[in-house]
């Protein structure tokens, strides 16, 4: 065999004609003994690894006869080879198989926030209610109380790993995460979790142009890490609730104003209170049609590139009731009209004026 390629039987103590069984109890034993958690030699964790590696190759049928007709001819770039296929199947693995768990992430947190259209508009704070894990003021996040309490993991007799899959190849084991060893002195306000649920109230900043469907990010305000992990951030998707008065067309505002039947054949002055509250002097042109609409730029919705338009559509307020007077009013233009009751505006306008008295 060359010096370059490396002997997994050796590895593992083994002869080369040693059965899948002899194998397994070679990896078992070598696992518990070079376990980081629980050999302090500054090698243990490659020696581990090497171990791991050994197993993976040994254990499968497949790759063992690859690797042994390579052993046989002792060709170094066809070992190259061999080693270049697993290797990265190897590292993915190894990953989830450091000497204990990391610390993790906490979870981001996604809810729906509403927001009325001056909130959106021009922003605001808002108090958000919701539930969220935290660390365990007990234990303060460990799980545990005092020093921990190891016991050897009896699903895994202390190695940290378990044979399962299609390739027999050692995973982290589900009982003890990895670890080899169990902890007995759990805390028992949050479960050895670390963790407990909390409902709270935080105040969150809304920015002014805020858009229906957008995200708000707010970091650090999700579910709290596992073993000192970084907080998992708050995703507020906003909604924009139904206005009486306005209803938002990408950046522009749109509103409906009634006018008198004076005002649309004369024409006049009226006043509309913005988004804002700003009151606007809007100026109806005369013989103003049902429907017509008077756009007023810079009155819209406010956006980084400014403020839209407001657009006023006009509708004409016919009253139910009137009295005698108006009503002799109405019956005389009725009747300067005709039955035809068709006429220029000019026409029109001149006539309703000369109905008004002096």
Not at 1 to 26: E, N, P
Request: hydrophobic share 30%.
């Amino acid at each position: 065999m060359r010096a370059g390629i490396k002997d997994y039987y050796a590895v593992l103590g083994v002869d080369r004609r040693a059965t899948k069984d002899d194998i397994k109890k070679a990896y078992r034993r070598l696992a518990r003994e070079w376990h980081p958690d629980v050999n302090p030699d500054p090698k243990a964790s490659e020696r581990f690894r090497e171990i791991n590696e050994a197993y993976h190759v040994l254990s499968d049928e497949e790759k063992r006869s690859q690797y042994d007709r390579i052993l046989q001819s002792g060709d170094e770039k066809s070992y190259r080879d061999f080693m270049e296929y697993i290797q990265d199947f190897l590292d993915s693995i190894w990953q989830g198989m450091r000497r204990a768990p990391r610390p993790k992430r906490g979870q981001d947190i996604r809810l729906r926030i509403e927001l009325s259209l001056e909130e959106a508009a021009f922003g605001c704070e808002k108090e958000i209610e919701y539930d969220r894990w935290t660390d365990c003021p007990s234990c303060e996040g460990l799980g545990y109380v005092g020093e921990p309490e190891k016991v050897t993991c009896h699903a895994c007799e202390g190695t940290g790993r378990r044979v399962s899959g299609i390739f027999s190849f050692p995973r982290p084991c589900s009982v003890c995460k990895g670890r080899g060893y169990i902890i007995r002195n759990l805390c028992q306000a949050c479960g050895g979790r670390g963790r407990v649920a909390k409902h709270g109230r935080v105040r969150v900043s809304i920015p002014p142009g805020t858009e229906e469907e957008e995200v708000l990010r707010v970091k650090g305000l999700g579910h709290m890490g596992e073993r000192g992990g970084e907080p998992g951030d708050l995703y507020l998707r906003v909604v924009l609730k139904p206005h009486k008065v306005f209803k938002k067309v990408n950046k522009d505002l749109h509103t409906e104003k009634f006018i008198s039947f004076p005002m649309a054949v004369l024409g006049g002055m009226l006043k509309v209170r913005g988004l804002d509250g700003e009151e606007i002097e809007v100026f109806v042109q005369p013989g103003t049609e049902c429907g017509s609409t008077k756009t007023l730029p810079g009155y819209g919705y406010p956006t980084a590139d400014g403020r839209g338009n407001l657009v006023i559509t006009f509708r004409i307020e016919v009253p139910k009731l009137v009295d005698s007077k108006v009503r002799g009013l109405l019956e005389k233009l009725a009747k300067e009209l005709g039955d035809e009751g068709v006429e220029t505006r000019r026409g029109l306008i001149e006539r309703f004026k000369g109905l008004l008295p002096p």
